[in-house]
């Protein structure tokens, strides 16, 4: 998915303030952080809240995309699953007439609030400047295209895109993941030889093309 952006679980927790609030869900990451402002000083945020920079995918029934519901053992009635508490839009357990029935869609349902994809899977690479000898090694999403890496590379340097990418002195085609251009994920491989990952990581080699492309 070419215009997809995907995010780490590292760059979803980093949202984790009341005034930046994103968590992820079923394979989303979301920004929360209007609704927050929308219902602010609700106790039923306060769930929300907690949970800020972390996945809450147990929260939701994968094939209805529903809050998760359970049978009270008590009651023996079907309720809705929070563990963590009632939070905004589930309704109460029992009947209450001061509940608005009108509140519209759930925010859950909401896609206003999509920021992009979570990664199914991250792994460490490390990019070399030739021209520098500058070495930097960053997490990086295995569903994303070298254009994708690039961008995230631009911090370090930011004419990432006047060099030719390189990998065993093969040029890659910045539109193809690191998988399609023949760069395999070795870290199961790693963990069943029982060898540290950390000092195996792939590496891509940076060429200079004599010009400065600045994004």
């Given at each position: 998915?070419?215009?997809?952006?995907?995010?780490?679980?590292?760059e979803v927790s980093l949202?984790?303030?009341?005034?930046?609030?994103?968590?992820?869900?079923?394979?989303?990451?979301?920004?929360?952080?209007?609704?927050?402002?929308?219902?602010?000083g609700d106790v039923l945020?306060?769930?929300?809240?907690?949970?800020?920079?972390?996945?809450?995918?147990?929260?939701?029934?994968?094939?209805?995309?529903?809050?998760?519901?359970?049978?009270?053992?008590?009651?023996?009635?079907?309720?809705?699953?929070?563990?963590?508490?009632?939070?905004?839009?589930?309704?109460?357990?029992?009947?209450?007439?001061?509940?608005?029935?009108?509140?519209?869609?759930?925010?859950?349902?909401?896609?206003?609030?999509?920021?992009?994809?979570?990664?199914?899977?991250?792994?460490?690479?490390?990019?070399?400047?030739?021209?520098?000898?500058?070495?930097?090694?960053?997490?990086?999403?295995?569903?994303?295209?070298?254009?994708?890496?690039?961008?995230?590379?631009?911090?370090?340097?930011?004419?990432?895109?006047?060099?030719?990418?390189?990998?065993?002195?093969?040029?890659?085609?910045?539109?193809?993941?690191?998988?399609?251009?023949?760069?395999?994920?070795?870290?199961?491989?790693?963990?069943?030889?029982?060898?540290?990952?950390?000092?195996?990581?792939?590496?891509?080699?940076?060429?200079?093309?004599?010009?400065?492309?600045?994004?």
């Open positions: 998915m070419k215009n997809t952006k995907y995010y780490t679980p590292y949202h984790n303030t009341i005034d930046d609030i994103w968590v992820s869900y079923l394979g989303k990451v979301y920004n929360l952080t209007p609704l927050i402002k929308e219902h602010a945020l306060k769930p929300l809240v907690e949970m800020a920079g972390k996945d809450i995918s147990h929260w939701f029934n994968p094939k209805t995309k529903d809050i998760r519901t359970h049978v009270d053992p008590l009651t023996g009635c079907v309720k809705y699953f929070t563990p963590n508490g009632r939070f905004l839009h589930v309704p109460p357990p029992w009947p209450c007439s001061d509940w608005p029935t009108d509140s519209g869609r759930p925010w859950w349902s909401e896609t206003r609030y999509e920021e992009g994809v979570l990664s199914g899977k991250t792994r460490r690479l490390r990019i070399v400047n030739t021209l520098t000898s500058q070495e930097q090694t960053i997490e990086v999403c295995t569903e994303e295209s070298l254009n994708a890496i690039l961008q995230r590379y631009l911090r370090y340097n930011a004419h990432a895109a006047s060099y030719t990418w390189k990998q065993n002195g093969v040029s890659l085609d910045m539109d193809k993941t690191l998988g399609d251009n023949g760069i395999p994920d070795e870290d199961e491989e790693f963990y069943q030889l029982r060898m540290d990952r950390e000092r195996y990581t792939q590496a891509i080699h940076l060429y200079f093309n004599d010009d400065l492309t600045e994004f």
